[in-house]
């Protein structure tokens, strides 16, 4: 048994304390139990304690409030950091896959110390949070079973949205809604929501109060090439309240075309979440049993096999029409649901596929709900170890009759799925689909088929392309090898034996003490027709690794793999690799966070793309169509990924950003994903419960942080220790790479550790020397001792003489400027800058009379720089009747110019009869109600009228009354109602729109009564 040595508690700062107790009584526990419950129960060899121990580490990281994993409500952030896009757009978003990790990590948890309660909590926690309540689902009750949805086509890219909704396309029946009623006694869905704004960043809140949080949301609606920077987010509760100007559609015009639109409630499943979370609640299962508190985790495996229940609604075509060789939206019949002679429905695939779908009107009145499945399959979703579970576990089957026959045949059509997608090297293919580009078309001749679903090479998603990432393959043969332990099953080892061949020789252990492991794949070919009776060799599917990646959550999964594979077949050379990859993976990127690694991030220059439609990149609005967000950012045609998300502008690494987007160098970005330090934890403990190495242990020098920013001129440190005691005292010798910077240096080039002293840490320090450039120059330091695993550390420069780019934030214009008097715009920066910054303003061309009276020079410093300064320019009265024009210029010194352009309303011009009042008085700095009045001041009628203007500044317009008032952007029409399209003489009508706004008082330019010269007043 190991024993843990007690620190003093009283030296530490009182949560510190707190903190370090519960530590403490979890590390009691821990050597009260052996060090480690292995699967059957039995305590583990002494030296497995090495990886609990690590597990145990890293576990605390996540759970220490200090390091940020954790929102107020305890829900798990996708990340600690907050600028951060992948498939969530921001870092403080949480998916049901950082759930299902968080649910497995404590499951992990109870097995090391016997404390079931963390996770009884996180599973209440998904049930309070990202699971819909009864009140978030509210028209269920409608729900007809014999009709789930209304046909919508999917399109290959955004800018064919929005897709109309045709009722004269068939769809199936939903044979499972009246058997899930009568288990559970609700028209509830039990499944997970995929997206949830945590904070409410964006402001939408619960069904549209703008408050509460976390909030449901959603991004993904358009094709397969809608990456995460073409997407518009939107909340799961529509209720109009945001989106399309009008109040009548909110965002849903921008994906269906509806003659009419209804407030609705809508949500999305991603079904290797929950999947994931059933798998969890297994092992939990084992676990607890195994210490003799299987009631502990009773009420869990109860709502595990709920979850699983619904979670068949993942194996059903989107529409319910008929699985296999399904072509003709018409010509491809709904399916009944009835069962084969085999058991088989003619309308479930019985594979995982990319998402189920529900909702309903939040208008009880309205009286309907529906529900759908999905068509695209992808091999990287597929769970047998969740499909096993469900299918011959007793106390896992769920309610339904004919849920655990249901999950039977998707253990059997699974396994034949990765069977069939496998490449001669041994990688795993995309997937299938049975509706061919997502509005059951048809394939190219020649297309391989599963049970007659159609092959694709990256089903779902284009732009990455779905099957392209490693992860995938990892995160899926981890499942395989999960199954493959727990049942033995021969075709798992089949397909596992083939694809770990292929995984291990591409990954590279290095002499200096790293690794790498493939990252990006390229695919070409296809697999051969499905024959279950005899499988292809599928010798024209191929796969080659494009690049490598030392990705720390990769790289746990991918260890993962090799210990269950290892330790159901005695693959000697799995299980060193899967040491190997641990090792080198503790010793390298420890951070006092987790485990991470710098990584650089090319795409992150799209947060700015304007719409191209010649590729379909960027954010595709409708012409024409314009709303705004909770955020209060502009929606419409000149729409990019950052104009949607001005937040991101707040973010305290935007100035890192913003300097990359103007034209600085790559910078280093890293990460601490939750799914990524869970699975890293989860690794380490399974290699302890495993593989038990009760060989020596080779001890690693672990450094605090593998990447450190020193200051030009100044210093910055790192603490060393050892992984475990050596044998005798030892030498850690630091020293620089060739060809390094060499103005970086490090304070010491050895560090002794002795047996007794190996955990104390020992601090190394880098200084960097004060230099003549503008480089941020960096350095590899390789710290390295007899018999101990390596490290490494790279210290980067942070040089005080580069100049870092302004950028100018200009709100406000262009002006209208009355002759004789002045108007203002505002001045401020897009970041705070290093130093003080000096913004001047001047006339660069156009009319004399107008000029800058004042505001020509502003100083903006670190403390002010988001304060707005105001520039006024005024217009001197002159002799002529021309509205002259000029244009402005506001510099700064690495600033990209701004340029301002103002319009003179001239007093002398002569009118014919005619007078144009635009009064914007009653304003309260949020908004303002303007009332536009025409007055005909001549003897002749003025029959028919137009009136158009420019607003000063960004507005949402969500009324009018009066007129016709049509905005684009910034431009405004007016036109007249039917009974006020004739001004009489010496007569006048008015109309007038209630406007929004944010920054400075939006003022019309250019306004002009078509046809007509009138004097033109705006107050």
Request: net charge negative; hydrophobic share 40%; charged share 15%.
């Amino acid at each position: 048994m190991t024993s843990f040595p007690t620190p003093s508690l009283r030296r530490l700062p009182r949560r510190a304390r707190r903190w370090a107790a519960r530590t403490v009584r979890r590390l009691l526990a821990l050597s009260a139990i052996g060090a480690a419950v292995a699967l059957t129960g039995a305590p583990a060899a002494a030296a497995d304690a090495v990886y609990t121990q690590r597990f145990l580490t890293q576990y605390n990281k996540i759970k220490d409030p200090a390091n940020g994993y954790f929102s107020a409500e305890g829900v798990p952030y996708h990340s600690v950091e907050t600028l951060m896009v992948e498939a969530p757009d921001y870092g403080h978003e949480t998916t049901s896959e950082a759930y299902s990790f968080w649910i497995w990590l404590e499951a992990q948890y109870g097995r090391v110390t016997g404390d079931w309660a963390p996770l009884n909590a996180a599973w209440a926690n998904m049930e309070k949070y990202i699971i819909p309540g009864t009140t978030d689902q509210t028209t269920n009750s409608f729900y007809n079973a014999a009709k789930p949805a209304t046909y919508a086509g999917e399109a290959p890219l955004p800018q064919n949205y929005p897709q109309r909704i045709d009722s004269g396309v068939p769809v199936g029946q939903d044979p499972i809604a009246g058997e899930l009623f009568a288990a559970y006694g609700t028209r509830d869905i039990y499944g997970m929501h995929w997206l949830i704004d945590v904070d409410n960043w964006y402001g939408y809140g619960k069904c549209g109060d703008g408050t509460t949080r976390p909030a449901y949301i959603n991004t993904f609606q358009r094709g397969p090439q809608e990456s995460v920077w073409e997407t518009v987010p939107h909340p799961s509760c529509e209720t109009f309240k945001w989106g399309r100007t009008g109040g009548t559609q909110g965002f849903l015009s921008l994906f269906i075309n509806d003659g009419s639109y209804a407030r609705q409630w809508r949500y999305t499943n991603a079904p290797d979440a929950d999947a994931r979370a059933v798998q969890a609640i297994y092992w939990a299962s084992v676990w607890a049993k195994a210490q003799g508190k299987g009631a502990e985790v009773a009420g869990l495996v109860t709502k595990a096999a709920k979850m699983g229940d619904y979670l068949r609604y993942a194996m059903f075509d989107k529409y319910f029409k008929k699985v296999g060789n399904c072509v003709g939206l018409s010509a491809c019949p709904g399916g009944s649901g009835t069962p084969d002679a085999n058991g088989y429905r003619d309308n479930q695939h019985y594979l995982m596929s990319w998402y189920y779908a529900w909702g309903g009107a939040t208008d009880a009145s309205a009286g309907w709900a529906w529900r759908i499945g999905s068509s695209h399959n992808h091999f990287g979703y597929q769970n047998p170890m969740a499909a096993w579970t469900l299918s011959t576990q007793a106390e896992f089957k769920p309610g339904s009759p004919t849920a655990a026959g249901d999950w039977d045949k998707s253990l059997t059509r699974q396994l034949e799925f990765y069977r069939w997608l496998q490449s001669s090297e041994g990688a795993i293919a995309g997937g299938a689909t049975n509706s061919w580009g997502g509005s059951y078309g048809t394939p190219p001749a020649g297309t391989s088929t599963f049970y007659g679903m159609f092959f694709e090479t990256n089903p779902v998603y284009h732009d990455p392309g779905s099957a392209e990432w490693f992860g995938m393959q990892v995160w899926s043969m981890h499942r395989v090898a999960e199954y493959y332990y727990a049942s033995g099953d021969a075709r798992a080892k089949a397909v596992l034996d083939k694809w770990v061949a292929w995984a291990s020789a591409n990954t590279t252990l290095k002499a200096d003490g790293t690794y790498a492991i493939p990252s990006t794949l390229k695919w070409s070919g296809q697999p051969d027709t499905w024959n279950a009776a005899s499988p292809g060799a599928n010798t024209g599917l191929h796969v080659t690794v494009v690049d490598s990646t030392t990705d720390v959550g990769t790289t746990a999964a991918f260890a993962r793999t090799l210990i269950h594979y290892a330790a159901k077949s005695n693959n000697a050379a799995a299980k060193t690799l899967a040491k190997e990859l641990l090792d080198r993976l503790w010793a390298n990127f420890q951070t006092p966070k987790g485990v991470a690694i710098a990584e650089k991030r090319a795409d992150y220059l799209r947060f700015d793309d304007a719409f191209d439609p010649a590729t379909g990149s960027g954010v595709y609005v409708p012409p024409g169509w314009t709303g705004v967000n909770a955020q209060g950012a502009t929606i419409d045609a000149n729409t990019t990924f950052l104009s949607q998300r001005p937040k991101y502008q707040q973010d305290p690494q935007w100035p890192k950003l913003q300097a990359y987007l103007v034209g600085g160098a790559s910078p280093d970005w890293v990460y601490h994903r939750f799914w990524a330090q869970a699975d890293v934890a989860m690794a380490l403990n399974d290699y302890a419960n495993l593989l038990g190495d009760t060989g020596p242990v080779t001890p690693a020098i672990v450094v605090s942080a593998p990447a450190v920013s020193v200051p030009e001129g100044g210093s910055a440190s790192v603490q060393v220790t050892l992984s475990s005691a050596p044998t005798a005292n030892v030498a850690v010798t630091v020293a620089r790479a060739a060809g390094a910077d060499t103005s970086l240096t490090a304070g010491a080039t050895t560090l002794t550790f002795t047996p007794s002293n190996h955990n104390v840490p020992q601090a190394l320090t880098f200084a960097a020397a004060e230099d003549a450039d503008q480089v941020n120059g960096s350095a590899a330091f390789a710290l390295t001792g007899t018999g101990l695993v390596t490290a490494n550390v790279t210290a980067t420069e942070v040089d005080n003489d580069v100049v870092v780019p302004v950028t100018l934030v200009v709100t406000g214009s262009p002006l209208a400027v009355p002759e004789g008097g002045t108007r203002s715009f505002q001045v401020r920066l897009g970041a705070a800058p290093t130093a003080n910054v000096t913004v001047t303003v001047a006339r660069t061309s156009g009319d004399t009379d107008l000029a800058v009276s004042a505001g020509a020079t502003l100083t903006f410093t670190p403390a002010n720089w988001n304060t707005t300064q105001a520039v006024t320019v005024g217009a001197a009265e002159d002799a002529d009747s021309t509205n002259g024009a000029a244009t402005f210029t506001v510099s700064a010194a690495t600033a990209t110019a701004v340029t301002v352009a103002a319009t003179e309303q001239d007093n002398d011009v002569v009118t014919t009869g005619c007078t144009v009042d635009f009064d914007t008085t009653n304003d309260w700095g949020a908004g303002q109600v303007p009332r536009i009045v025409l007055q005909n001041t001549s003897a002749t009628a003025i029959n028919g009228w137009r009136l158009t203007w420019t607003a000063s500044n960004d507005v949402t317009m969500s009324n009018s009354w009066g007129a016709t008032v049509a905005a684009t952007g910034r431009n405004f029409v007016a036109t007249p109602a039917a009974w006020n399209a004739t001004v009489p003489p010496n007569s006048s009508i008015d109309f007038g729109m209630q406007l929004g706004y944010s920054g400075a008082k939006p003022l019309p330019v250019n306004l002009t009564w078509e046809g007509l010269n009138c004097t033109v007043v705006v107050k």
